[in-house]
């Protein structure tokens, strides 16, 4: 079982996110794995999820609002939202709310939002996002 970081990104920015999520969570002690949206194929082995995505026209990008709609119950899965925004940020609290619908427990609310390029200060608490998720982890 490990830590699963899902993101979709048009220029690496909640990608840069993604990868000091997993960042903290392997700090940790964790397994964990990054996990580009348009490679998702199933949460069977994942223990604690973070999904990202930047906002696009106030919406989560296209292959993230794909897996929310595919996905199932999460039946308490320790789960968190991201992502990266120029003006508004609509995104993370889309999926935010969704997850919460799928009956995944939330762990930090609200979502990590990083207007443009993630600065060091919102690195930290990605990384810090990370170690919480690991900590559910077995
Ligand atoms: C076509 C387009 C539409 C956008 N719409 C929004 C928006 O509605 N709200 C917002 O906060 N940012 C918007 N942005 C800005 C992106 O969310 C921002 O550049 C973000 O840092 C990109 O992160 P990424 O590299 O992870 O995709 C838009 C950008 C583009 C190119």
Sequence with gaps: MRVGVIYESTRGR??????????????AGAECVVIDAKDFNGI?????????????????LPKVKQILAELQDLNGLPAAAYGSYGWSGEAPD??????????????????????????EA????????GAKLAERCP
């Excluded at 427990?105 to 990083?114: L, S, T």
């Excluded at 919102?122 to 996002?129: N, Y």
Aim: aromatic share 2%; net charge negative; with cysteine.
């Design 44 to 60: 069977t082995d994942i223990c604690a999820l973070a999904i990202g995505s930047s906002t696009r026209m106030k919406r989560v």
């Design 14 to 27: 909640t990608k840069a996110m993604a990868e000091a999520i997993c960042k903290g969570a392997t700090d």
């Design 94 to 119: 889309e999926i935010s709310d969704k997850l919460q619908e799928l009956n995944a427990e939330i762990i930090v609310n609200p979502p990590i939002k990083a207007k443009d390029y993630p600065g």
């Design 122 to 129: 919102v690195l930290e608490e990605c990384r810090s996002l």
